[in-house]
């Protein structure tokens, strides 16, 4: 079945307690990113990937890392969380070439406290 | 500045009626819109779509329509059934212009249709 998955699905941490969401899709897409659903303000990217080792930032990239090592994964990093990054994240993915609909993840609820 | 502009944040419709969901861009510069449904404590999924050269695309019971001299598009449900009670957020994107393909959304709106 083609997916994207995340992990995990639910997660609560501390303030500064560094935490990687993983993100990987089986369909061999080239293009994958990163979002971040708030009450009020729908859906912002956060970063995206054009390709292994292309990474670029999206609208709301601080306080964010991200990787593309290898085609099906892209992991997103915080390195010290703070709880305005209490957020509902989807991670999406589509064809490189001319595509433009974009397959979402189930999501992964973070709250930083 | 918010480029995809969704000014309804709810709308409710009777069984069987009609559903309109609005949407409202900026950028002249999109080439493509998309309409995309979520349910809670899913992802979104990706429900239809046009393209600038057309005003009409049409899939079962849902139609979207695009005024590009007024920069608006709307997503039309006939008839509506209480499971298509969900946030439609409203996408767009313009490839040739060099954006990757990313998609701008609006803020969504909640659409609950009552039996």
């Given at each position: 079945e083609a997916q994207v998955t995340q992990n995990p699905r639910y997660l609560i941490t501390v303030t500064g307690k560094k935490l990687t969401v993983t993100c990987s899709q089986?369909?061999?897409?080239?293009y994958m990113s990163w979002y971040r659903q708030d009450p009020g303000l729908g859906l912002r990217q956060i970063y995206y990937s054009m390709n292994v080792e292309v990474t670029d930032k999206g609208d709301v990239p601080e306080g964010y890392k991200v990787s593309r090592k290898e085609k099906r994964n892209f992991p997103l990093i915080l390195e010290s969380p703070s709880p305005n990054q209490t957020s509902l994240y989807f991670c999406a993915s589509k064809t490189g070439t001319g595509g433009y609909e974009q397959y979402f993840g189930p999501g992964t609820r973070l709250t930083v406290t | 500045d918010q480029q995809v502009k969704q000014n309804s944040p709810s709308l409710s419709v009777q069984e069987g009626r009609i559903s309109i969901l609005n949407c409202d861009y900026t950028n002249s510069m999109f080439d493509y819109f998309l309409w995309y449904k979520k349910y809670p404590a899913e992802g979104p999924t990706f429900l239809i779509s046009i393209s600038s050269i057309k005003d009409k695309n049409e899939d079962g019971r849902f139609t979207v329509f695009l005024n590009k001299s007024a920069k608006h598009l709307s997503l039309h449900i006939v008839p509506s059934q209480p499971g298509d009670s969900a946030v439609y957020f409203c996408a767009a994107s313009d490839l040739s212009g060099g954006s990757q393909g990313n998609l701008i959304f609006g803020k969504g709106t909640k659409l609950s249709v009552k039996p």
């Amino acid at each position: 079945e083609a997916q994207v998955t995340q992990n995990p699905r639910y997660l609560i941490t501390v303030t500064g307690k560094k935490l990687t969401v993983t993100c990987s899709q089986n369909m061999n897409h080239e293009y994958m990113s990163w979002y971040r659903q708030d009450p009020g303000l729908g859906l912002r990217q956060i970063y995206y990937s054009m390709n292994v080792e292309v990474t670029d930032k999206g609208d709301v990239p601080e306080g964010y890392k991200v990787s593309r090592k290898e085609k099906r994964n892209f992991p997103l990093i915080l390195e010290s969380p703070s709880p305005n990054q209490t957020s509902l994240y989807f991670c999406a993915s589509k064809t490189g070439t001319g595509g433009y609909e974009q397959y979402f993840g189930p999501g992964t609820r973070l709250t930083v406290t | 500045d918010q480029q995809v502009k969704q000014n309804s944040p709810s709308l409710s419709v009777q069984e069987g009626r009609i559903s309109i969901l609005n949407c409202d861009y900026t950028n002249s510069m999109f080439d493509y819109f998309l309409w995309y449904k979520k349910y809670p404590a899913e992802g979104p999924t990706f429900l239809i779509s046009i393209s600038s050269i057309k005003d009409k695309n049409e899939d079962g019971r849902f139609t979207v329509f695009l005024n590009k001299s007024a920069k608006h598009l709307s997503l039309h449900i006939v008839p509506s059934q209480p499971g298509d009670s969900a946030v439609y957020f409203c996408a767009a994107s313009d490839l040739s212009g060099g954006s990757q393909g990313n998609l701008i959304f609006g803020k969504g709106t909640k659409l609950s249709v009552k039996p």
